[in-house]
């Protein structure tokens, strides 16, 4: 059996109607896993259908990940639709920016919310259904901001640094009993989320120039980094960060 076979193996993918999410779903379909995809509608059936072209099999789990009841009945979802889960990327995440001393405190809570505390909500639903069989794989996607401060992104910072953490927490609980917790930072990837800065013609050429590669990611740049850690190939790999940035923090 290849260490990267994912035949067998129900993936719950969060944030996987576009961008970095989109590829890593099929990316795990490409490997042979089924997908759950956790979106708010089921309006957007890109990532559906790419998956079903696959031949895998596909189902969308509606939630808004900023309401908690709504988050801890998703695996309660899967168990009906799929009966297990090997699989569990935590992607989706909102960003939002403004000067620290002027952040609205809504905006740190709805940041927090759905970057932080879904995130350790589905760790641990997952965890309850992985750890009684003595497998599983959870991959929380974080950020540089694991490492870096950023700038006007107080409350972004402070959540993606929090799943960097909470990512080494359960890990060192985990990990002996065969389920591996660990994170993958994407550096700068052209995304929705980046768009902005994208834009901004001195910062984008001031990104670009310190990225050893010499371009932004793309979405299919996270793709052997999340099937890696969804796979047999990693199972001595348990509380790592690890960082897709073209060299970003090398440098």
Known sequence: ????????????????????????????????ADI???????????????????????EIILCDLDDNEQV??????????FGHVEILVNNAGIQRRSPAVDFPEDDWDDVLNVN???VFLLCQQAGKRMLPKGYGKIINISSLMVFQGGITVPAYAAAKGGV???????????????????????GYMATDMNEALMKNEVRSRQ??????????GKPEDMKGAVVFLASHASDYVNGHVLVVDGGWMGR
């Open 72 to 81: 801890k009945n998703i695996m309660p979802e899967v168990d009906r639709l």
């Open 36 to 58: 759950a995809l956790v979106q708010r509608t089921n309006k957007d059936t890109a990532t559906k259908n790419a998956v079903l072209q696959l031949g895998r099999r596909c």
């Open 116 to 118: 932080l505390k879904s």
């Open 164 to 186: 960097g953490q909470l990512t080494k927490a359960l890990s060192n609980e985990w990990a002996a009993h065969g389920v591996n917790v660990n994170s993958i930072a994407p």
């Open 1 to 32: 059996m290849s260490l990267f076979d994912l035949n067998g193996n129900v993936a719950v993918v969060t944030g996987a109607s576009r961008g970095l999410g989109q590829a890593m779903a099929i990316a795990l379909a490409e490997h042979g």
């Open 207 to 216: 990104i670009m120039e310190r990225i050893p590669a010499g371009r932004w």
